[in-house]
């Protein structure tokens, strides 16, 4: 009995870390199996090609002062690795947070983070949570190329930067109908609008009958009217004022860069979080 108490404790004991760093956690049951296989399996990649943690969380809700200092401390407490981000996302609150710790404070800058979430937000809104967090690993990857394409400069995508163009491809994820028909609306929209323009456009130049004139010799009667005299009056003169606003650099006061914060043990993070 005591020999079997032993094995259970070593068993135990291989299996905790791997419990512990579990990388896409849904208590809140937001996702199918089929979507957290998908995901687990692009995060997997994420992090076997960039060497960089990334973790997705979604809970019911949270307790603390704030969503992020909570994210932060769940980071530690999970140990994940000394470079990484984690998204935790809450339904009660409706709140979600990226906290980033390491090398991804610098990868990941303020601007970067509001930038991915602005993207995320309306699929959060309307209830596609696996839409969501396909579309945030594809901005993660993103971002994470725009900073290697950069690295040569040490710099990240922030503000003042022009998008690199990429020049590698996506690990693909399959998407259901729904989202797909989610992501070709805007084309199918642009088009429709463009046909119907021209159709719009190719019927009023058909409706024109009559044609602009340049005087009004057609609608005067010969010798029924006589100037006597002309007079300009000055009245008044007015002064538009608009100053013009200087760029002083891409960093100094666009409060560039990414800020950060502690966690309750003393830990340095960055992170944005926003409410859905």
Known sequence: MKKFLLILLALLCVSLPALASDALVDTADLLTAYEEQSLR???????NEYGLDVAIVLKDSYSGSSIMRYAADYYEAQGYGEDGLLFLLTMYEREYTTDT??????IFTDYGLDRIHDKITPYLSSGDYY???????????????????????????????????MSW?????????????????????????VIALIVALVLKGQMKSVRRQSGAS??????????????????YTTTHRRKIETNSGNRSGGGGGSSTFRSSSGGSFGGRSGKF
């Open 169 to 193: 491809s996506l690990v693909t994820v399959q998407l259901t109908p729904w989202q797909q028909m989610v992501e070709i609306a805007p084309i199918i929209l642009i088009a429709a609008f």
């Open 101 to 106: 710790h390491g090398q991804a404070i610098s």
């Open 131 to 165: 839409g969501a967090m396909t579309r945030y690993l594809r901005s993660i990857r993103q971002e994470i190329e725009q900073y290697i394409q950069r690295a040569e400069n040490g710099a990240a995508y922030d503000h003042g930067y022009s998008e690199l163009p």
């Open 41 to 47: 399996e692009e995060i997997a990649a994420i992090r």
């Open 218 to 235: 057609s609608y005067v009667r010969d010798g029924s009217f006589q100037l006597t005299r002309v007079q300009d009056i000055y009245l």
